[in-house]
């Protein structure tokens, strides 16, 4: 099934975007294992709307409904199924989608592949709104993770054609983590560049794409297997995922290609404590889709949402005629914001497959 992954943990995503309900079903956790629920629900707000400018006007506080899987509250060893409810909807908005498909959209492929009985409200289960049983899981995991030593957290690196300011990545660690977790605007530099450009997208009914960076520390050495079961791939997978993903790149990554062997590898050395490291990290923390024990470093890219508010060029379905369409509905100018968790997801829901 598409909307199932892993192996040794197991989760299914369901839902639409304007279904009464959506949520995700996950399976095979390790029984005794405490959420701590107030930490997972302040996870789970940085992916909504809620009180964040420029994102979209649809206001869901994605507040999960915990069915099965949960005793006393701990796991029993059944599978844990959490439901979202779906609230605040416009479905009229979408209506005119069913012979007009958005430029850029799953519309057209997704009217052609289901014959047309596909649900247009709101994206259906090809929306970001299923990012929110994504971020539930992801955040779940990523307890389990900490256990273990294992952090993750990201920074929005790029809007548009604003960086931000450069780090060491051979030099990651809890302290940048932290203070990342605690921003509202997490980058390294100044946010305010990057929010103006946002603003700027927006006033002119338009959108920007964006590249988030992803952190992981407290990896130990040889976590992945080699060819299809590579860390790389395991994260990939689950990154493209994510709606408006249309690239990725591990450590210095296309910039790799620049440059020559003696400047791209990274030597080794012994650190004070005995342990191995190498001197610089421009292959993010992976070799041969294995851990190499320095911080995991992946960037991910992001088209410029879609959904946007200036006439544009479609063809009637119905009618086999070139259409103008202007989209209406509630979307975001620019998705960094609140993609950050959704990318931490990702990686921790890849790790903890192996991991866990």
Do not use: W
Request: proline fraction near 7%.
């Amino acid at each position: 099934m598409s909307s199932t992954f892993g192996q040794n943990i197991k989760f299914s995503i369901f839902g639409q975007s304007h279904s009464e309900k959506i949520g995700v079903v996950i399976d095979t956790l390790p029984a005794g294992f405490s959420p701590d629920f107030e930490r997972l629900s302040a996870f789970c707000a940085r992916r909504t709307a809620v009180g964040k400018e420029g994102t979209t006007a649809r206001k869901e506080t994605d507040t999960p409904e915990i069915v099965s899987g949960l005793v006393d509250g701990h796991t029993c060893g059944a599978p844990l199924c959490a439901l979202i409810a779906n609230r605040d909807v416009r479905s009229s908005d979408y209506e005119e989608l069913k012979v007009l498909p958005r430029p850029s959209h799953a519309d057209y492929p997704a009217s052609v592949k289901h014959g047309g009985f596909q649900d247009v409200r709101g994206g259906g289960h090809f929306s970001a709104r299923l990012t929110a049983p994504f971020v539930f899981a992801g955040g779940l995991v990523m307890q389990l993770l900490e256990e273990k030593g294992v952090r993750i957290a990201s920074r929005i690196r790029r809007v548009g054609t604003v960086e931000d300011r450069p780090l060491d990545p051979a030099n990651v660690d809890g302290a940048l983590l932290d203070e990342l977790l605690q921003k509202p605007f997490p980058t390294i530099g100044d946010p305010a560049p990057f929010q103006e450009e946002i603003r700027k997208a927006q006033a002119d009914c338009d959108s920007v794409g964006a590249v988030i960076e992803c952190f992981v520390t407290g990896l130990p050495v040889g976590i992945g297997e080699p060819m299809f079961d590579s860390l790389e791939s395991r994260i990939s997978s689950l990154a493209f995922s994510i709606p408006a993903v249309k690239g990725i790149e591990f450590g210095a990554g296309f910039a790799l290609c620049e440059m020559r062997g003696s400047v791209a590898n990274d030597p080794y050395f012994i650190d004070e404590t005995g342990s191995i490291k190498t001197k610089t990290n421009r292959n993010g923390g992976i070799l041969g889709g294995l851990s190499t024990g320095m911080p995991l470093i992946f960037s991910v890219a992001f088209k410029p949402t879609p959904s946007i508010g200036l006439p544009q060029q479609t063809v009637n379905l119905k009618t086999k005629q070139e259409e103008t369409l202007t989209v209406r509905g509630r979307h975001d100018p620019c998705v960094a914001l609140r993609a950050l968790p959704i990318v931490e997801s990702a990686a921790a829901l890849a790790l903890c497959d192996f991991l866990l």
